[in-house]
């Protein structure tokens, strides 16, 4: 569906530093305060992917209007608004919907799902709080449980009913409390995150062969490099600046700013020499080419440039505009074209589980011991940069722990296959196998044996036989 909502984000100060205008080029204010509220509560980053999310519902909600159905409106009663949202994830989001005892409706997840379920969800129910906190929305919020509210007054009730405090739950002597579902009108059940495996080494390559049949120019090529060696995000690879590069000697490594970090440099990013010789003659070419003003790589880094160049603000990839390259620009115009070309369908974001998987297989193929194994994969999880780096490593072990025992399987097969063609090549010599122990053989085995053997023959001695004596 062609989205007719359109974004432009403005610079310098002001109360809405994006706006948003509908399909008849008019400003769609609700949309716009919720995006100046949205950039005040987290970032600006959020508050453009919230967008690209709402956006697809609203251009939803206005086409069936157009198409002569029943008006709709952002702002109907909830009922109504509830009953839309359901239509839209059934329809356009493929996902399944049913009606829960309690009230609230679960949503499953199918093959057809969008991966922004989730995003949608939470970016609908923040649109309706800040309506709300505006006085633009008078009823409820349709994206709350309507029971939440008497649950959560009951369980404040019942808590403060006189009776004396409870035991830690974690004594192990009081049954812990019943933890309550979230107070979300629709809630996704059967949801966990696992990471999208790509274990394919021609991945890249794949990819930038693509990109060479629809015309990538060297900037393109550095970035899709810089994603797969240094498994960074595309925001962050856009997003690097000559002064990031500088800062870590010029040579293949990067400060980078982080998820969640707001611009601040937190972290480095480290992609192969090859690529920082490529990098260096992209900026002294296609980046001049984008921008005449700018000068070379050398007269940047030797203070020769105009006094008011600020090279903190000298972005290391542009838009044919001059501007600095956004990660919609790249994944959009360039990665998903690409991917067209070479016959695959991947997200840009697959770059970093692929290098994700790469680094863990070589830590597996490579180290020593398992100490030296878990050592690297600390290693492995301060460099991503994860906060909770074990669980989200865990992830992955789910496709490797499947893997290397597979790994200790061919040895075992290897083994038998090894023992039953020696013993093929045995009796193809004319060797027979040795005969199977009679029962006589045994029984003088164990009476040879239990001289030597103190506990058999005080066993033999209970049995009311001592270790000499006639077995028959």
């Given at each position: 569906?062609?989205?007719?909502?359109?974004?432009?984000?403005?610079?310098?100060?002001?109360?809405?530093?994006?706006?948003?205008?509908?399909?008849?080029?008019?400003?769609?204010?609700?949309?716009?305060?919720?995006?100046?509220?949205?950039?005040?509560?987290?970032?600006?980053?959020?508050?453009?992917?919230?967008?690209?999310?709402?956006?697809?519902?609203?251009?939803?909600?206005?086409?069936?209007?157009?198409?002569?159905?029943?008006?709709?409106?952002?702002?109907?009663?909830?009922?109504?608004?509830?009953?839309?949202?359901?239509?839209?994830?059934?329809?356009?989001?493929?996902?399944?919907?049913?009606?829960?005892?309690?009230?609230?409706?679960?949503?499953?997840?199918?093959?057809?799902?969008?991966?922004?379920?989730?995003?949608?969800?939470?970016?609908?129910?923040?649109?309706?709080?800040?309506?709300?906190?505006?006085?633009?929305?008078?009823?409820?919020?349709?994206?709350?449980?309507?029971?939440?509210?008497?649950?959560?007054?009951?369980?404040?009730?019942?808590?403060?009913?006189?009776?004396?405090?409870?035991?830690?739950?974690?004594?192990?002597?009081?049954?812990?409390?019943k933890r309550r579902l979230s107070?979300?009108?629709?809630?996704?059940?059967?949801?966990?995150?696992?990471?999208?495996?790509?274990?394919?080494?021609?991945?890249?390559?794949?990819?930038?062969?693509?990109?060479?049949?629809v015309g990538w120019r060297l900037?393109?090529?550095?970035?899709?490099?810089?994603?797969?060696?240094?498994?960074?995000?595309?925001?962050?690879?856009?997003?690097?600046?000559?002064?990031?590069?500088?800062?870590?000697?010029?040579?293949?490594?990067?400060?980078?700013?982080?998820?969640?970090?707001?611009?601040?440099?937190?972290?480095?990013?480290?992609?192969?020499?090859?690529?920082?010789?490529?990098?260096?003659?992209?900026?002294?070419?296609?980046?001049?080419?984008?921008?005449?003003?700018?000068?070379?790589?050398?007269?940047?880094?030797?203070?020769?440039?105009?006094?008011?160049?600020?090279?903190?603000?000298?972005?290391?990839?542009?838009?044919?505009?001059?501007?600095?390259?956004?990660?919609?620009?790249?994944?959009?115009?360039?990665?998903?074209?690409?991917?067209?070309?070479?016959?695959?369908?991947?997200?840009?974001?697959?770059?970093?589980?692929?290098?994700?998987?790469?680094?863990?297989?070589?830590?597996?193929?490579?180290?020593?011991?398992?100490?030296?194994?878990?050592?690297?994969?600390?290693?492995?999880?301060?460099?991503?940069?994860?906060?909770?780096?074990?669980?989200?490593?865990?992830?992955?072990?789910?496709?490797?722990?499947?893997?290397?025992?597979?790994?200790?399987?061919?040895?075992?097969?290897?083994?038998?296959?090894?023992?039953?063609?020696?013993?093929?090549?045995?009796?193809?010599?004319?060797?027979?196998?040795?005969?199977?122990?009679?029962?006589?053989?045994?029984?003088?085995?164990?009476?040879?044996?239990?001289?030597?053997?103190?506990?058999?023959?005080?066993?033999?001695?209970?049995?009311?036989?001592?270790?000499?004596?006639?077995?028959?």
């Amino acid at each position: 569906m062609e989205l007719g909502c359109r974004i432009v984000t403005r610079s310098g100060p002001g109360c809405h530093p994006v706006l948003v205008f509908d399909r008849r080029n008019e400003l769609h204010l609700p949309l716009t305060i919720f995006a100046g509220e949205a950039v005040k509560r987290s970032s600006s980053g959020t508050a453009r992917l919230y967008l690209n999310a709402l956006i697809p519902f609203f251009d939803w909600i206005e086409i069936d209007q157009s198409n002569g159905r029943d008006h709709r409106s952002w702002n109907d009663p909830p009922e109504a608004i509830r009953q839309r949202v359901g239509d839209y994830l059934v329809e356009r989001l493929k996902c399944k919907t049913k009606e829960h005892h309690a009230g609230f409706q679960t949503v499953s997840l199918t093959d057809g799902t969008r991966t922004t379920i989730r995003v949608f969800l939470s970016a609908l129910k923040l649109f309706y709080r800040i309506m709300r906190t505006q006085d633009r929305y008078k009823h409820a919020n349709p994206l709350v449980d309507r029971l939440s509210p008497i649950l959560a007054e009951v369980e404040c009730r019942t808590a403060g009913n006189g009776l004396p405090p409870r035991i830690p739950e974690t004594s192990g002597v009081v049954p812990p409390r019943k933890r309550r579902l979230s107070d979300s009108y629709f809630k996704l059940v059967g949801e966990s995150w696992t990471p999208q495996i790509i274990d394919d080494p021609e991945f890249p390559a794949r990819i930038l062969r693509g990109g060479c049949d629809v015309g990538w120019r060297l900037q393109e090529q550095c970035i899709t490099r810089i994603l797969f060696e240094s498994g960074c995000r595309v925001s962050e690879a856009v997003g690097l600046t000559l002064r990031d590069w500088a800062a870590r000697g010029m040579l293949q490594e990067a400060q980078a700013f982080s998820k969640g970090s707001h611009g601040r440099r937190v972290k480095f990013i480290r992609f192969s020499a090859a690529t920082a010789k490529l990098l260096r003659r992209c900026f002294d070419t296609d980046r001049r080419q984008l921008n005449p003003d700018c000068y070379r790589l050398d007269v940047n880094l030797h203070g020769t440039r105009d006094p008011g160049a600020n090279l903190p603000d000298v972005p290391l990839f542009l838009t044919r505009r001059g501007t600095q390259l956004t990660a919609k620009t790249f994944r959009e115009g360039c990665w998903n074209p690409a991917c067209r070309a070479a016959g695959i369908e991947a997200d840009v974001h697959q770059a970093r589980h692929w290098y994700v998987t790469q680094a863990m297989r070589s830590i597996y193929e490579t180290s020593a011991s398992q100490t030296d194994i878990d050592r690297r994969l600390r290693e492995l999880i301060e460099y991503m940069g994860w906060k909770s780096g074990w669980e989200t490593l865990q992830a992955y072990q789910h496709y490797f722990d499947p893997q290397r025992h597979s790994e200790i399987q061919d040895r075992l097969h290897q083994r038998l296959d090894a023992a039953l063609k020696n013993e093929l090549a045995r009796r193809s010599d004319g060797r027979s196998m040795p005969a199977a122990p009679t029962a006589a053989s045994q029984a003088s085995t164990v009476e040879s044996n239990s001289e030597c053997d103190p506990d058999l023959e005080y066993l033999l001695v209970l049995g009311g036989k001592r270790a000499g004596d006639d077995r028959r």
